[in-house]
């Protein structure tokens, strides 16, 4: 089993960052493909970010390429996505998900293990 827990979301202006973080535990945390994903209420999870086991590969939806920016550091079994340049339309609860399948993988079945979200508001 691994455990995942988001942190680090909030309000923000428009054109503002936040720093999400998720830590993990359980499970070697280092041999996980880590995603991102977020979702609005009564709509489908979406892909955001994946990040390769050891933080070689990155790959991101086009919504937040050159914004947003996915790392890992498998000393403190913990994930990142910086965000920047954040907008209204990426208001949503922001999930942190764990893949065992070696390989960058973007679609929310291939994860098996998930966090509680976090719910990040850009506000206009």
């Known amino acids: 089993q691994v455990q995942l827990v988001e942190s680090g979301g909030g309000l923000v202006q428009a054109g503002g960052s936040l720093r999400l973080s998720c830590a993990a535990s359980g499970r070697t945390f280092s041999s996980f493909s880590m995603g991102w994903f977020r979702q609005t209420p009564g709509k489908e999870r979406e892909f955001v970010a994946v990040?390769?086991?050891?933080?070689?590969?990155?790959y991101y939806a086009d919504s937040v390429k050159g914004r947003f920016t996915c790392s890992r550091d498998n000393a403190k079994n913990t994930v990142y996505l910086q965000m920047n340049s954040l907008k209204p339309e990426d208001t949503d609860v922001y999930y942190c998900?764990?893949?065992?399948?070696?390989?960058?993988?973007?679609?929310?079945?291939?994860?098996?293990?998930w966090g509680q979200g976090t719910q990040v508001t850009v506000s206009s």
């Open positions: 998900a764990a893949d065992a399948t070696p390989g960058i993988r973007l679609g929310v079945e291939s994860y098996d293990y």
């Open positions: 990040i390769s086991w050891s933080g070689g590969k990155t």
